[in-house]
């Protein structure tokens, strides 16, 4: 979902422009490719992951799904992608900034959900939507609009729009989803699963998702209708 509404973020249609998308098999990554090519009709899908997950990438999402691989643990991308070529990038590293001179001058897009979020777009997000209904200390907020603002202002020099996003989850996107999985246009990618009770796999399974790197597609945690969770 979060992939979906990202790409919905490009002014005007995607069909036959570039779209770039590092990490090609994490969670978001995946999905992507995948609705980047198949559902939004993209001309040309590169992509970045690691050495190991080079073979499995098309054996994942399909033969036609990638269009250029980059194995960014030998090559940096900026080396091999042509300046000035991209239309959109879905930034799932966080290295937004670091690619700007890929994109597209004038008309393209980076929509990013690893960079930080501005203060008002943290205090109005769901993480925010608890019941004591924190709020975020105003010096904290202001210095992360500002951080926002400059990523933004940068973008701008490169006549680039940059934003972040938040998911924002609804009933209507997961119908949507369903629907490309039941059409064949989307698949799911599950790169482990731990069943709850067995907690050391659980904890090591997580601390693979908080590190970043090695992850491939989702993480399952199987709980056990039986299980008592109380
Ligand atoms: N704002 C939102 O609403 C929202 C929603 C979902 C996720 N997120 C955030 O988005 C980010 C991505 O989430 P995810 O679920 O897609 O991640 P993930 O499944 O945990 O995967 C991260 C993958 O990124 C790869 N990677 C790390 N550094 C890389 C680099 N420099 N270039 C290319 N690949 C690299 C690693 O693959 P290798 O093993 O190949 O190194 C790793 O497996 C996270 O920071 C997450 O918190 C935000």
Redesign the pocket.
């Known amino acids: 979902m979060?992939a979906l509404q990202a790409l919905r973020k490009y002014h005007g249609s995607l069909a036959g422009k570039t779209v770039f998308v590092?990490?090609g098999?994490?969670?978001?990554?995946l999905f992507a490719c995948q609705l980047a090519k198949n559902v939004f009709h993209a001309g040309k899908v590169i992509t970045?992951?690691?050495t190991?997950?080079i073979p499995k990438l098309k054996e994942l999402l399909g033969e036609n799904t990638v269009d250029q691989i980059i194995d960014?643990?030998k090559s940096e991308?900026r080396d091999v992608i042509e300046y000035g070529s991209v239309d959109f990038l879905f930034d799932?590293?966080?290295?937004a900034m670091q690619y700007l001179c890929l994109m597209r001058p004038g008309s393209s897009r980076i929509i990013s959900?690893?960079t930080l979020?501005s203060g008002n777009q943290l205090q109005d997000s769901s993480l925010m939507d608890l019941p004591h209904r924190p709020a975020i200390p105003i010096p904290f907020r202001l210095g992360l609009n500002m951080l926002d603002q400059v990523r933004k202002l940068r973008a701008r020099r490169y006549g680039v729009e940059y934003s972040?996003?938040?998911?924002a989850s609804t009933g209507k996107d997961l119908d949507e989803l369903r629907r490309y999985v039941e059409e064949g246009r989307l698949r799911t990618v599950v790169g482990t699963v731990v069943e709850f009770r067995d907690i050391e796999s659980v904890r090591n399974a997580c601390d693979?998702?908080y590190s970043?790197?090695?992850?491939?597609?989702?993480l399952v945690i199987r709980v056990d209708k039986s299980e008592n969770l109380s």
């Open positions: 979060t590092p990490a098999l994490s969670g978001t990554g970045t992951v690691s190991a997950k960014y643990t991308p799932t590293v966080g290295l959900v690893a979020p972040y996003m938040f998911l693979v998702v970043g790197k090695g992850g491939l597609g989702k």
